[in-house]
């Protein structure tokens, strides 16, 4: 399995934008089909984000579509998660997580038992 390191969060004001990203060790990034959760104390972790491993294609959540973007860098081994038009509920930690050759409709259905999962990067955002 790969090792996964989040980074980029931050406190930012409603409306502006910051970029996650998420660091891959190992040299199997390639296969897999990465995701961005998010969870908010006292509330289920919520899926975000998904790519396909070949980059081919992606999936978002209702709250983010049209505002957030997910790409994946194999030559870096990286997985980025740009979120533009920030709002107060956006405020969360983010976690990265991955699977080799996952469809990546599965994804959203994916918990801490399957994959594996970073440790968080905090994002706040102030009104």
């Known amino acids: 399995q790969v090792q996964l390191v989040e980074s980029g969060g931050g406190l930012v004001q409603a409306g502006d934008s910051l970029r996650l990203s998420c660091a891959a060790s190992g040299d199997t990034f390639k296969t897999y089909t990465m995701g961005w959760f998010r969870q908010v104390p006292g509330k289920e972790r919520e899926f975000v984000a998904a790519?396909?491993?070949?980059?081919?294609?992606?999936l978002y959540s209702d709250s983010v579509k049209g505002r957030f973007t997910i790409s994946k860098d194999n030559a870096k081994n990286t997985v980025y998660l740009q979120m533009n038009s920030l709002k107060p509920e956006d405020t969360a930690v983010y976690f990265c997580?991955?699977?080799?050759?996952?469809?990546?409709?599965?994804?959203?259905?994916?918990?801490?038992?399957?994959?594996?999962w970073g440790q968080g990067t905090q994002v706040t955002v102030s009104s």
């Open positions: 790519i396909k491993w070949t980059g081919s294609s992606s």
């Open positions: 997580m991955g699977d080799p050759y996952a469809l990546v409709d599965l994804i959203p259905t994916m918990n801490g038992d399957f994959g594996s």
